[in-house]
């Protein structure tokens, strides 16, 4: 419904009397059923008087009984869920004309939202609402942050109950434009809500590329050197004094969309102009080529009195020039000598304060040179990111929930720990482990899909693993991907593998990229061979050796012994890869292992490596 209970003293009562007509479509047992039971739940809890309509799909039947409902004259009338109809929509504006709000969030027809200017309510800043409202910028022509008009609990007329503030921070890329929007065009102000977490000179900051720029150089950090542009006039004279390649980055937007590494004029035409396309402010910047880098992001957190924790540090296994999205990641990073951390750290905590996130979490990305340690930074998300999950997830610590609580005021040594229930949320987790994340991607689907990576986000899912040793915790991502492809092999006839092929195509990162390197180092190619070819760390490519290694003495013949199986086990190998490697099934290689007594244990995510007992942790 669209409804808050923020500054309420009694969730119970303070919507009555305030009638909702709710249009129910699809048949018994669908999802419609599921919206139907919120609806209910939302009105009981508020004393909301709903009434439900059930159309199903007959849309004739639809907009005669919602005519109907005009006469009834309810304050709002709401289709969330339903598929609705161009039909509908002369009478959805003698509904407005009548001062009803006709609500139209989570409706999949963009052409009845942007008709009526209805927008999307502030409880619908989601992945439902980020697609729908893409469908209407490409379907209707409107411009990027049209989306982002609220309506719904903004725009009841007569309300004296609005929110007293809007937290933006957690709503991804699409509620910091709409907090943008609110605030442009004097919604916020005019009705006296307040931004928490991030006001808007705290976003602008983050977001636009020259102010970040300027910010970054004011606390002693490094940027590489760029130009801003607004034209493709501006573009191609940015180039001459950048050279090609260059970085392309617009300004707010979201998954690297719009991005990409021009290597000559015509693929900064084209990614240029997306790019100015793509970004709400008209606004690209062009940088000089850090690829080959090693490329790192912090996660940070920040409260009302100043104190900042770093709650992960993450590693990309790909160098700079690939989307951290489609890059397989591993948390904590392992190639940082403490030095360049500490620098990392610092730099993170500089930086936040300086943008002017007053409370919750954000995140910021590095560069690193793998010759010199020079440090860039790229770029900051002053919000809540998919990082921010992954982080939550490999740490144990509810990223987004401590950001709510910080955000309404509290601070992070007033936080209890959830899992040892002693410890705050000042003390910054400790991980007795390694989490990789591995990309899922869908380009069979897409015929026309380019499946090259680049800055551009491609893939379409994850699976993240946890282990005891890098090994261990790769190979078990890859396995959690479902793709027979993804899982590394090892061919006993290694002269059928085309090592000079494979050290060529592996110079463009692809979705198999790594199983390339794999495959190549099996058949005899050397870590120096791989590493002036893909610029991945030379420790990656020996942990990859480490596998390749366990493999040919699993290929051995001989016993499988205990010692054998558990040294395998702890490098990740599955028991259908061990049966294939030695021509048993997987079946036969468990059979061995339980007489052998090797079981699978569970291991504890506790946020402090066992330093305190732990209550409710997670296990691996």
């Not at 006469?71 to 289709?79: N, T």
């Not at 229930?421 to 991980?431: D, G, I, Y």
Request: with cysteine; aromatic share 6%.
């Amino acid at each position: 419904l669209g409804v808050s209970t923020a500054g309420q003293s009694s969730a119970g009562s303070w919507c009555s009397g305030v009638k909702i007509s709710y249009f129910k479509g699809g048949t018994a047992d669908s999802f419609s059923d599921i919206l139907e039971k919120g609806a209910r739940q939302a009105a009981a809890d508020t004393g909301a008087d709903l009434t439900i309509i059930s159309s199903g799909w007959d849309f004739p039947k639809m907009v005669q009984q919602f005519k109907e409902e005009i006469q009834k004259k309810p304050d709002a009338i709401s289709f969330m869920g339903h598929p609705g109809d161009a039909a509908i929509l002369p009478a959805a504006k003698d509904a407005k004309k009548a001062g009803i709000l006709v609500d139209f969030s989570n409706v999949p027809a963009p052409q009845s939202i942007a008709e009526l200017n209805a927008g999307f309510t502030g409880a619908n800043l989601s992945k439902m609402g980020e697609a729908l409202a893409a469908r209407s910028i490409k379907d209707f022509g409107l411009k990027k942050g049209d989306e982002a008009i609220v309506v719904g609990t903004f725009g009841v007329k007569g309300r004296s109950d609005r929110e007293d503030a809007v937290l933006a921070t957690l709503g991804g890329q699409t509620a910091l434009n709409a907090a943008i929007g609110l605030h442009e065009k004097g919604i916020l102000q005019k009705y006296g809500v307040r931004l928490i977490g991030a006001d808007v000179d705290a976003i602008n900051r983050g977001e636009n590329r020259e102010l970040f720029r300027a910010i970054v150089e004011k606390v002693g950090g490094e940027s590489a050197k760029s130009i801003i542009c607004h034209t493709m006039e501006e573009c191609f004279a940015a180039v001459t004094e950048l050279n090609y390649p260059v970085v392309v980055r617009p300004s707010f937007t979201m998954g690297g969309l719009g991005s990409g590494i021009a290597f000559n004029s015509e693929q900064l035409e084209q990614i240029a102009g997306a790019g100015l396309r793509h970004s709400p402010t008209s606004e690209v910047l062009l940088e000089e080529s850090i690829l080959g880098w090693k490329e790192y992001e912090l996660e940070v957190m920040r409260d009302r009195k100043d104190n900042v924790v770093i709650v992960c540090s993450i590693e990309n296994l790909d160098p700079m020039g690939v989307h951290t999205g489609d890059s397989i990641t591993v948390a904590p990073a392992l190639t940082l000598t403490d030095v360049e951390y500490q620098k990392l750290r610092n730099l993170s905590i500089n930086i936040i304060r300086e943008v002017g996130v007053d409370t919750g979490g954000c995140n910021i990305q590095f560069a690193v040179n793998p010759s010199n340690g020079r440090i860039i930074v790229i770029e900051m998300n002053p919000r809540v990111s998919r990082s921010s999950a992954l982080a939550s997830k490999a740490t144990g610590f509810p990223i987004a929930k401590i950001a709510t609580k910080l955000a309404i005021g509290y601070t992070l040594d007033e936080i209890q720990n959830d899992i040892t229930k002693v410890t705050p949320a000042s003390f910054e987790p400790t991980l007795d482990y390694i989490v990789v994340k591995a990309p899922r991607f869908a380009f069979e689907k897409f015929a026309d899909a380019d499946p090259r990576l680049t800055t551009t986000m491609k893939s379409v899912g994850e699976a993240m693993a946890i282990g005891r040793s890098f090994p261990e915790a790769l190979q078990k991502a890859l396995r959690s991907l479902e793709r027979k492809e993804a899982v590394f092999t090892f061919p006993s006839d290694k002269s059928q593998i085309n090592v000079d092929s494979l050290l060529d195509s592996m110079r463009i990162p692809t979705e198999y990229r790594l199983q390339q390197v794999q495959q190549a180092m099996w058949a005899g190619a050397s870590i120096t061979q791989i590493h002036e070819a893909t610029k991945i760390d030379p420790w990656y490519l020996e942990q990859l050796h480490l596998i390749n290694e366990k493999a040919d003495e699993l290929s051995k013949p001989g016993e499988l012994t205990q010692e054998l199986l558990f040294s395998a086990k702890q490098l990740g190998f599955s028991d259908a890869q061990i049966g294939a490697i030695r021509g048993l099934t997987a079946a036969e290689v468990r059979s061995l292992r339980l007489q052998q007594g090797l079981r699978p244990v569970y291991k504890t995510v506790d946020t402090c490596a066992a330093e305190f007992e732990a209550f409710t942790p997670y296990h691996y």
